[in-house]
Protein backbone atom coordinates (compact mmCIF):
# COMPACT_ATOMS: atom_id res chain seq x y z
CA UNK A 1 0.00 0.00 0.00
CA UNK A 2 1.38 3.42 -1.09
CA UNK A 3 1.38 6.61 1.68
CA UNK A 4 -0.96 8.12 -0.15
CA UNK A 5 -3.30 5.13 -0.05
CA UNK A 6 -2.85 4.83 3.87
CA UNK A 7 -3.62 8.22 4.15
CA UNK A 8 -6.42 7.74 2.12
CA UNK A 9 -7.68 4.60 4.23
CA UNK A 10 -6.91 6.92 7.39
CA UNK A 11 -8.68 9.45 6.13
CA UNK A 12 -11.88 7.43 5.56
CA UNK A 13 -11.68 5.50 8.54
CA UNK A 14 -11.47 8.76 10.76
CA UNK A 15 -14.19 10.63 9.30
CA UNK A 16 -16.52 7.02 9.48
CA UNK A 17 -15.40 6.04 12.78
CA UNK A 18 -13.95 8.76 14.66
CA UNK A 19 -9.88 9.05 15.86
CA UNK A 20 -10.57 5.24 16.71
CA UNK A 21 -10.97 4.22 13.05
CA UNK A 22 -7.58 5.41 12.07
CA UNK A 23 -5.61 3.78 15.44
CA UNK A 24 -6.77 6.54 17.78
CA UNK A 25 -4.33 8.90 15.46
CA UNK A 26 -6.44 12.56 14.93
CA UNK A 27 -5.31 14.95 11.94
CA UNK A 28 -3.41 16.93 14.60
CA UNK A 29 -1.04 13.76 14.46
CA UNK A 30 -1.63 12.31 11.08
CA UNK A 31 -1.01 15.88 9.52
CA UNK A 32 2.18 16.60 10.95
CA UNK A 33 3.57 12.80 10.46
CA UNK A 34 2.66 13.38 6.60
CA UNK A 35 4.52 16.82 6.72
CA UNK A 36 7.67 15.18 7.71
CA UNK A 37 7.36 12.59 4.96
CA UNK A 38 7.06 14.88 2.97
CA UNK A 39 10.50 16.79 4.05
CA UNK A 40 12.25 13.73 4.27
CA UNK A 41 11.29 12.62 0.42
CA UNK A 42 12.42 15.90 -0.50
CA UNK A 43 15.64 15.88 1.29
CA UNK A 44 16.58 12.04 -0.06
CA UNK A 45 15.85 13.35 -3.18
CA UNK A 46 17.79 16.72 -2.82
CA UNK A 47 21.08 14.24 -1.99
CA UNK A 48 20.60 12.24 -5.09
CA UNK A 49 21.86 13.20 -8.72
CA UNK A 50 19.43 14.11 -11.18
CA UNK A 51 19.45 11.52 -12.96
CA UNK A 52 19.67 8.57 -9.77
CA UNK A 53 17.63 5.61 -9.67
CA UNK A 54 14.92 6.48 -7.26
CA UNK A 55 14.99 10.17 -7.27
CA UNK A 56 11.90 10.56 -9.44
CA UNK A 57 9.99 7.87 -7.18
CA UNK A 58 10.97 10.06 -3.73
CA UNK A 59 9.76 13.22 -6.03
CA UNK A 60 6.51 11.39 -6.62
CA UNK A 61 5.76 10.21 -3.06
CA UNK A 62 5.76 13.82 -2.34
CA UNK A 63 3.97 15.22 -4.69
CA UNK A 64 1.28 11.99 -4.06
CA UNK A 65 1.60 13.03 0.12
CA UNK A 66 1.12 16.86 -0.71
CA UNK A 67 -1.88 16.17 -3.08
CA UNK A 68 -3.80 13.91 -0.15
CA UNK A 69 -3.35 16.58 2.10
CA UNK A 70 -4.37 19.57 -0.12
CA UNK A 71 -7.44 17.18 -1.04
CA UNK A 72 -8.53 17.05 3.12
CA UNK A 73 -8.71 20.50 3.28
CA UNK A 74 -12.19 22.10 3.91
CA UNK A 75 -12.82 25.26 1.07
CA UNK A 76 -15.70 26.37 2.70
CA UNK A 77 -13.14 28.03 4.90
CA UNK A 78 -11.66 30.34 2.49
CA UNK A 79 -9.57 32.06 4.31
CA UNK A 80 -6.55 29.44 5.35
CA UNK A 81 -7.57 26.75 3.75
CA UNK A 82 -7.96 28.45 0.06
CA UNK A 83 -3.70 29.94 1.15
CA UNK A 84 -2.77 26.53 1.94
CA UNK A 85 -4.51 24.79 -0.99
CA UNK A 86 -2.70 26.99 -3.24
CA UNK A 87 0.32 26.65 -1.58
CA UNK A 88 0.02 22.90 -1.30
CA UNK A 89 -0.66 23.68 -5.48
CA UNK A 90 2.42 25.51 -5.77
CA UNK A 91 4.60 23.02 -4.17
CA UNK A 92 3.77 20.09 -6.61
CA UNK A 93 3.91 22.15 -9.65
CA UNK A 94 7.56 22.70 -8.38
CA UNK A 95 8.12 19.06 -7.34
CA UNK A 96 6.51 18.87 -11.26
CA UNK A 97 9.87 21.56 -11.99
CA UNK A 98 12.29 19.26 -10.29
CA UNK A 99 10.82 16.04 -12.15
CA UNK A 100 11.89 17.53 -15.64
CA UNK A 101 15.32 18.45 -14.48
CA UNK A 102 15.21 21.73 -12.19
CA UNK A 103 18.59 22.69 -10.76
CA UNK A 104 17.65 21.66 -7.58
CA UNK A 105 15.86 24.99 -5.99
CA UNK A 106 12.51 23.18 -6.39
CA UNK A 107 13.30 21.25 -4.12
CA UNK A 108 14.37 23.40 -1.80
CA UNK A 109 12.10 25.86 -1.89
CA UNK A 110 9.42 22.41 -1.43
CA UNK A 111 11.17 21.71 1.85
CA UNK A 112 11.41 25.18 3.14
CA UNK A 113 7.58 26.08 2.48
CA UNK A 114 7.05 22.40 4.31
CA UNK A 115 8.99 23.49 7.12
CA UNK A 116 7.41 26.42 7.21
CA UNK A 117 4.19 24.95 6.99
CA UNK A 118 4.38 22.29 9.69
CA UNK A 119 5.84 24.92 11.84
CA UNK A 120 2.36 27.14 11.45
CA UNK A 121 0.56 23.58 11.84
CA UNK A 122 2.48 22.96 15.24
CA UNK A 123 1.42 26.70 16.66
CA UNK A 124 -2.12 26.31 15.99
CA UNK A 125 -4.18 25.36 19.00
CA UNK A 126 -5.55 21.96 18.47
CA UNK A 127 -9.42 21.23 19.19
CA UNK A 128 -10.46 17.76 19.74
CA UNK A 129 -12.37 17.40 16.98
CA UNK A 130 -10.62 18.91 14.44
CA UNK A 131 -11.28 17.91 10.98
CA UNK A 132 -8.66 17.14 8.41
CA UNK A 133 -5.85 19.66 7.69
Known amino acids: MTVAQSFTTAQAGYHTRGAAGCGGATPSV????????????VGAASSCLPHAPGRSELIEEARTIIGALRDTLDLCDVGLATNLHDVYGYMCRQLGTALLGGRGAELSEVAHLMH?????????????????A
Do not use: K
Open 30 to 41: LVPALMELVIGR
Open 116 to 132: EVRAAWSAMPQRASAGP
